[in-house]
T-cell receptor, first 115, second 111 residues
Framework: KAGVTQTPRYLIKTRGQQVTLSCSPISGHRSVSWYQQTPGQGLQFLFEYFSETQRNKGNFPGRFSGRQFSNSRSEMNVSTLELGDSALYLC??????????????FGQGTRLTVV | GENVEQHPSTLSVQEGDSAVIKCTYSDSASNYFPWYKQELGKGPQLIIDIRSNVGEKKDQRIAVTLNKTAKHFSLHITETQPEDSAVYFCAVNQAGTALIFGKGTTLSVSS
C-alpha cells in the first residue's frame, strides 16, 4: 500500500511570502502530524490533526497553521516567511492517536528554502 | 512537558562492532518508545518500538531495552554494517499526545 506522500519535495521562497505544504497519509490513517527538522535541532513538533480537528500543538508562532480535510489529507501553511523557517518539513501518519499508541510513518518531507 | 535527551550525538564504530544509543525521558506517564532511522534525503523510518509493559524487544540485529524506573531506554545494534550508517532518533509518546523526539545520533560504520 502507498506510503505517506508529501508535495512538493522542494520549495524556494522569498522572505515575506507564504507557503502551503501538502501531506496525504497512508490509506486508513486518520491522524497527521507535522514536524520541522533543522540541523542540530532534531524533529520539532508543530501540530497534529485527527478527524479534521487539531489535537495537539507545539511551541511555534501563529504564522504556522494547518488543517485537515475529510479525506484525512492535511496541509500546513507558513505565512510571512523568515530565513529561519528554512527546514525539512515532515509529515507523519498514524491510524489514530487514541488510547493504544500506534506506529507513526513519515513521508519524505518537503525541503523549504527561504531566501 | 515531556523532555527527551539522546546520547551520544555522534558515534563511530568499526564494521562488526556493536553500537548503543541511549535516551532518557522525563514524564513517567510515557508508555510508547519508538526508534527511527533516517538516511540522507529520506524521511525517518520506524525500525523498532517498545511499549511500557515490555522490558526488551529484539528484531534480528537490533534490540531495544526499557528501564521504566530509571526512565531510560536504549537501542542496541549488533554486528554493525556500513548500511547501518544513518541518523537515529528515539521518541517518546503517551496516549493522545504527540511523539516527542530526541535530537538524534549520527552513526558512522566504517569497513
Amino acid at each position: 500500500k502507498a506510503g505517506v506522500t508529501q508535495t512538493p519535495r522542494y520549495l524556494i521562497k522569498t522572505r515575506g511570502q507564504q507557503v502551503t505544504l501538502s501531506c496525504s497519509p497512508i490509506s486508513g490513517h486518520r491522524s497527521v502530524s507535522w514536524y520541522q527538522q533543522t540541523p542540530g535541532q532534531g524533529l520539532q513538533f508543530l501540530f497534529e490533526y485527527f478527524s479534521e480537528t487539531q489535537r495537539n500543538k507545539g511551541n511555534f508562532p501563529g504564522r504556522f497553521s494547518g488543517r485537515q480535510f475529510s479525506n484525512s489529507r492535511s496541509e500546513m501553511n507558513v505565512s510571512t516567511l523568515e530565513l529561519g523557517d528554512s527546514a525539512l518539513y515532515l509529515c507523519a501518519s498514524r491510524k489514530t492517536p487514541g488510547q493504544v499508541n500506534t506506529e507513526a510513518f513519515f513521508g519524505q518531507g518537503t525541503r523549504l528554502t527561504v531566501v | 512537558g515531556e523532555n527527551v535527551e539522546q546520547h551520544p550525538s555522534t558515534l563511530s564504530v568499526q564494521e562488526g562492532d556493536s553500537a548503543v544509543i541511549k535516551c532518557t525521558y522525563s514524564d513517567s506517564a510515557s508508555n510508547y518508545f519508538p526508534w527511527y532511522k533516517q538516511e540522507l534525503g529520506k524521511g525517518p523510518q520506524l525500525i523498532i518500538d517498545i511499549r511500557s509493559n515490555v522490558g526488551e524487544k529484539k528484531d534480528q540485529r537490533i534490540a531495544v531495552t526499557l528501564n521504566k524506573t530509571a526512565k531510560h531506554f536504549s537501542l542496541h545494534i549488533t554486528e554493525t554494517q556500513p548500511e547501518d550508517s544513518a541518523v537515529y532518533f528515539c521518541a517518546v509518546n503517551q496516549a493522545g499526545t504527540a511523539l516527542i523526539f530526541g535530537k538524534g545520533t549520527t552513526l558512522s560504520v566504517s569497513s
